[in-house]
């Protein structure tokens, strides 16, 4: 009677590995340069995760602090404001981070960015693994 009770265990085991951990995957990663005389600028890319997940933080040796911002219209006045939260990554759907919208803001840039370089930026999920992205600095994509 032992052996079929650990035959059943060995393969709840395996069925439990065997289940695809969360994942994100990153795709068209790119930060704009730096303007002249200013140490902050934004990043923007899609995130598409495999189970509703959250971004909650990103980091960088390119920059003293990174924050995930959202844009925001009242009264025809933008405006601009950390996500404390995080950003939600609804299941198989693409997130976009872009120019006007959700966006990563890095504060205190250590050195120029300039058209060419890359920045690696470290994304961290609630579920997920974190991932680092290597960005490229250019010209986001026209929406």
């Known amino acids: 009677m032992r052996l079929p009770a650990l ?25 704009r340069p730096t303007p002249n005389g200013r140490d902050l600028t934004g990043c923007y890319m899609t995130l598409t995760a ?9 980091s960088t040796d390119a920059a003293g602090k990174a924050e995930i911002h959202e844009m925001s219209t009242e009264g025809g006045v933008m ?3 950390e996500m404390a939260g995080g950003l939600p990554l609804p299941a198989g759907e693409a997130t976009a981070l872009q120019p006007g919208g959700n966006h990563l803001m890095l504060m205190q ?7 060419g370089d890359t920045v690696d930026l470290a994304l961290t999920f609630e579920d997920a693994a974190p991932i680092t992205v290597s960005a490229r ?7």
């Open 7 to 31: 035959a059943l265990l060995c393969l709840g085991v395996a069925a439990c590995q065997d289940a695809a951990a969360p994942s994100v995957e990153v795709s068209d990663a790119v930060c």
């Open 109 to 115: 840039v250590v050195t120029p960015l300039a058209e």
């Open 50 to 58: 495999t189970t509703d997940d959250r971004l909650v933080s990103v």
């Open 79 to 81: 405006t601009m404001a």
């Open 137 to 143: 600095v250019g010209t986001p994509a026209a929406n």
